[in-house]
């Protein structure tokens, strides 16, 4: 007898007295019985041979056509090796100035001493990403604007690097993307520039008007929403590509469904992002609590089904079934970000030198007596060495190649202390896939089909 031999990456779960196999990089699914799982555990084994019954051939016929064993090794689609760091694109932190005082912040957004970005770093920035994409012959740079604050509170020096940034790819014959992360809040004729400037936006809104405007109050303390939905429905009309972005706490995460419904009635957007908030920065002071694990994944998928019925991409950042990655992010890539101080973060939600997490994430300084970035060779590769097949807890996680590891920063939070976190994104992110890979399995029939490939991810901020 032939001994057969294991040639995917699988994982099983049990589900209603049977069992689904899952092989994410063969693109594949299925139910299986007991028996059927037993020969495979028997084949990862090695200990495997085949029998004569024709049950068992049948079996056997599916599993080698899938490229289940005795195929050719998977191809995972991650790079591995990488050259000199070159980016091609960079996020400005032009201000930790906020016109908002959201409840939850990470980043205490408004209340630190107030810090725009010098312009020659902002220009050198966006003269090096640009120089990298025309020697690699590429045909696009791109400049993106975040921020512990809120990029439009910067104004001029928002107007001043796009108009920059569009004036030099136009001399060196390429095209710029310029998307921002904001908040909305801004007034007529700041929306029509940005509408002619800007390629899109992500807007933080974090649902009805009382959502709003309890967890998203300006500075003064008066409500948010009105200047939020002027700025939405001026885009609408102008057809501008957009996505709204709700944090969800412990006070609308039984609302979810009804979060869906309202975006789709009063908005024209397709992409909607919802994310459970994190007990971090201001909501140390303001008590803000995160929603309830298993109402929010139960919430999270009503609101799903609904939203599937409008038309409307309705994500979470931990439930990415048609990706296939080993990183969840590009912090652990080569995101080129800097903040207001000169210090360049892979990641979106530490800015500062205070923060503990910055001894991972800064990995260079701008120098301002040389006018350019200092990048630090070893801080950069210790970030590349994080990706989730050097994760021991991931190595067994039927979420391992979609959610890869998790949001860096949040498992790092703090030296590895929750400060009263009781949700948990790994609980919610595995239960999530199952049921996302068992309702593929029951849309298309016994094989999954039509996972894509996909090295980095990127995706915005907590808060």
Not at 325 to 353: H, I, M, Q, W, Y
Request: with cysteine; glycine share 8%; proline share 5%.
């Amino acid at each position: 007898m032939k001994e057969h031999k294991i040639s995917a990456d699988l994982f099983t779960f049990p589900y209603r007295g049977r069992y689904v196999v899952y092989a994410p990089f063969r693109r594949l699914a299925f139910m299986a019985n007991d028996a059927t799982v037993a020969m495979l555990e028997e084949m990862m084994k090695g200990a495997y041979e085949s029998g004569n019954s024709e049950e068992e051939k049948k079996v056997l016929r599916f599993l080698k056509d899938k490229g289940i064993y005795d195929s050719e090794p998977e191809k995972k689609p991650f790079v591995t090796e990488r050259g000199p760091f070159l980016p091609q694109a960079v996020t400005l932190f032009l201000t930790n100035r906020c016109n908002l005082r959201c409840i939850y912040c990470y980043a205490f957004g408004g209340e630190f001493r107030a810090k725009d970005m010098p312009w020659p770093m902002a220009q050198r920035a966006i003269d090096w990403v640009a120089e990298n994409a025309q020697r690699a012959g590429a045909k696009e740079f791109g400049v993106a604007f975040h921020g512990g604050g809120e990029p439009l509170v910067a104004w001029k020096l928002l107007q001043k690097s796009v108009n920059y940034a569009r004036s030099l790819a136009k001399k060196l014959e390429m095209s710029v993307r310029c998307p921002s992360a904001t908040n909305g809040v801004m007034n007529s004729d700041q929306v029509q520039w940005v509408i002619e400037n800007l390629n899109s936006l992500s807007i933080s809104l974090d649902g009805t008007p009382d959502m709003q405007n309890r967890q998203r109050p300006l500075a003064n303390g008066r409500e948010s929403y009105p200047q939020v939905a002027a700025t939405i429905k001026a885009l609408d009309k102008a057809g501008f590509d957009y996505g709204l972005r709700a944090t969800i706490t412990d006070y609308n995460v039984a609302r979810m469904p009804e979060i869906v419904d309202f975006f789709h009635h009063n908005f024209k957007t397709r992409q909607v992002q919802f994310e459970p908030l994190f007990i971090c920065g201001r909501c140390l002071t303001s008590g803000a609590q995160s929603p309830d694990q298993r109402v929010f994944l139960r919430q999270f998928l009503k609101a799903q089904e609904k939203a599937e019925k409008y038309g409307i991409n309705l994500t979470y950042s931990g439930l990415r079934l048609q990706f296939l990655t080993n990183t969840f992010c590009g912090a652990a890539s080569d995101n080129f970000c800097v903040t207001p101080r000169g210090d360049v973060t892979s990641c979106f939600e530490v800015l500062e030198k205070s923060d503990p997490r910055s001894e991972f994430f800064f990995y260079g300084k701008y120098d301002t007596q040389k006018g350019d970035f200092q990048i630090w060779e070893e801080k950069r590769k210790a970030l590349l060495s994080t990706t989730v097949e050097n994760i021991p807890h991931c190595a067994d996680c039927i979420a391992k190649w979609h959610c890869a590891g998790d949001c860096p920063s949040k498992v790092l939070y703090d030296g590895g202390r929750n400060n009263g976190n009781t949700f948990s994104r790994c609980w919610v992110n595995q239960e999530a896939t199952k049921k996302a890979i068992v309702r593929r399995i029951k849309k298309q029939g016994r094989a999954m089909q039509g996972v894509e490939h996909q090295q980095n991810v990127p995706t915005g901020g907590q808060c």
